[in-house]
């Protein structure tokens, strides 16, 4: 058995298991009946022999003991009272010679009431009863024996018949066996090509082996399911791959230029009658540190994109209105050396979210404003119910490439000659992306760039008191936190865009508005860009 598949062995044992079933409900049947057959053809003789015995009466004719009796049709004879066979006038129904034994004599002298016991007389099998004689009080006995033929030849039919049942349940049994083998077969081959495919993806690690998939019911469901894993499974060996191809052409460009100007700084060391001039040393040393810090920061954004897995940050409630002000105030320390203002219009917009990645995308889309404005101009930011928008007065976009932007180490025609590793906005994507949301590029009013950023809301939380007022159908003007804010003072030579809900990011606060001073209604609450 050791030889046979699995299934082969299952279906021999449940073979084995049924017939080893059929066979012993056919033989507890068996004998059943025969202990039922046998009892009621012994009550039936025994209550035969006793009203054979009370009919019997006696009479003097001249040959001992006359007797008379009825023997329902059965072999019989009488004994005397010492238990002896009589041969008298009733011996014509007597043409067996039946044994007589001690427990037989018994009865004929009262001693015992009845012997009940099965005798075989010329290879004839019968049950014989020996029943005491009620009249002549002085003794004797009846017995009458009869033929068990009737009974084994009922017994032999039954067991002709449960044998021709076991067998063909047997038969059955094993004919459906192999019937659902080959039905199992046909219904688990989607589950051999699936192991198939898997087999062939672990010896050649091609991941383009996919499930053949026909039908629509739950094995179909099941290959699908694996399909779809082997093709997120290729997608992200195909970006891995695609990720060191890129980086190795990346990393070549700045590594070569650093050699170059390391070399150039050795050997005006080693030989001091061609040493460089302090200014050319003093500018040579500053690409050296500057191309140092361009390569560091191209390390540490391709590990973040190497990093192809799920995020460990726990998803928690946020307001994209602190995310935005964090992110403003460290890019902000950035930007003052080329005197770009950064303002902010952020009210309050909750999402579900990681704090940290969501952080890493806004700095980075105020990074890339920050790269592309002249200076002293102004890059604008503003949070609206899951949205952010951070506008430039750069050069822009070109509408052919706007859709490629977020490609890794994609870099524009416009920042072609500037530093940048074209990963920034790569970390945004993935970052949006991992969220459920959208980043697009799009223009902005001063003609330079617009990148628009979206989120899923957060879905309310009845037991969070934060969105009691959103469950409740809006907000309540009696909330400090939540309520109207008043704008700064707007500058509009300065600042087109307005900056309601938020602290203003240069000068002094605004003031409030005295007690039952007018309040802007929505339209003015919240400005568009």
Do not use: C
């Amino acid at each position: 058995m050791g030889r046979l598949t699995l299934r082969a062995r299952l279906a021999l044992l449940v073979g084995m298991a049924v017939a080893a079933a059929v066979a012993v409900v056919a033989g507890v049947s068996l004998g059943a009946t025969s202990i039922v057959l046998n009892q009621a053809i012994d009550d039936q003789l025994i209550e035969q022999a006793e009203a054979s015995a009370d009919t019997i009466q006696t009479n003097s004719l001249g040959l001992g003991l006359g007797l008379q009796a009825f023997s329902f049709g059965l072999e019989g004879q009488f004994l005397d009272a010492g238990g002896n066979p009589l041969q008298n006038a009733v011996s014509s129904w007597n043409s067996v010679r039946i044994p007589v034994d001690a427990a037989d004599a018994e009865v004929a002298r009262r001693e015992r009431t009845q012997n009940l016991r099965t005798i075989t007389v010329d290879g004839q099998s019968y049950r014989l009863v020996t029943v005491p004689l009620q009249r002549p009080a002085s003794g004797g006995a009846l017995q009458l024996a009869r033929p068990t033929t009737d009974v084994d030849r009922t017994l032999r039919d039954l067991g002709l018949v449960l044998l021709v049942v076991g067998v063909v349940g047997v038969v059955g049994v094993v004919g459906s066996a192999l019937a659902g083998r080959i039905v199992a077969r046909a219904a688990l081959k989607p589950v051999d090509a699936a192991a198939a495919a898997a087999e062939e993806v672990a010896r050649t690690q091609d991941l383009s082996a996919l499930i053949p998939v026909t039908g629509a019911d739950e094995i179909t469901r099941l290959a699908e399911s694996l399909n779809s894993m082997l093709r997120a499974l290729e997608a992200s060996r195909a970006r891995q791959r695609q990720l060191v191809d890129d980086a190795s052409h990346e990393l070549r460009t700045p590594l070569t230029s650093l050699r170059t100007n390391i070399e150039l700084l050795l050997r005006a060391e080693a030989n001091p009658h061609r040493a460089l001039p302090a200014a050319d040393r003093a500018a040579l040393l500053r690409d050296v540190d500057a191309q140092m810090r361009e390569l560091s920061g191209l390390v540490s954004e391709l590990v973040e994109l190497a990093r192809d897995e799920v995020p460990t940050e726990d998803v928690e409630r946020l307001d994209l209105a602190e995310i935005v002000a964090a992110a403003a105030e460290r890019v902000r320390r950035r930007a003052t050396g080329k005197g770009i203002r950064i303002e902010v219009d952020a009210a309050s917009s909750p999402v579900d979210g990681r704090a940290n990645m969501l952080e890493r995308a806004v700095t980075n889309l105020l990074d890339n404003a920050v790269k592309f404005s002249p200076p002293a101009s102004v890059v604008r930011v503003r949070t609206r119910d899951g949205e952010v928008t951070v506008a430039d007065d750069g050069p822009g976009i070109a509408p052919q490439e706007r859709a490629q932007v977020f490609d890794r180490f994609y870099r524009a025609t416009s920042a072609r000659g500037l530093p940048g590793s074209g990963l920034g906005l790569a970390i945004v994507a993935d970052a949006v992306q991992t969220h459920g949301g959208t980043v697009v590029a799009e223009g902005s009013p001063s003609g330079g760039a617009l990148l628009r950023m979206r989120l899923p809301p957060a879905i309310p939380d009845p037991s969070d008191p934060r969105d009691a007022l959103t469950l409740a159908g809006g907000l309540s003007a009696t909330d400090a936190d939540l309520a109207w804010r008043p704008p700064p003072s707007p500058d509009p030579v300065s600042s087109p865009w307005s900056r309601t809900g938020a602290a203003p990011t240069t000068g002094s606060p605004a003031p409030t508005p005295a007690d039952g001073a007018s309040r802007p209604g929505p339209a003015a609450e919240n400005p568009g860009p």
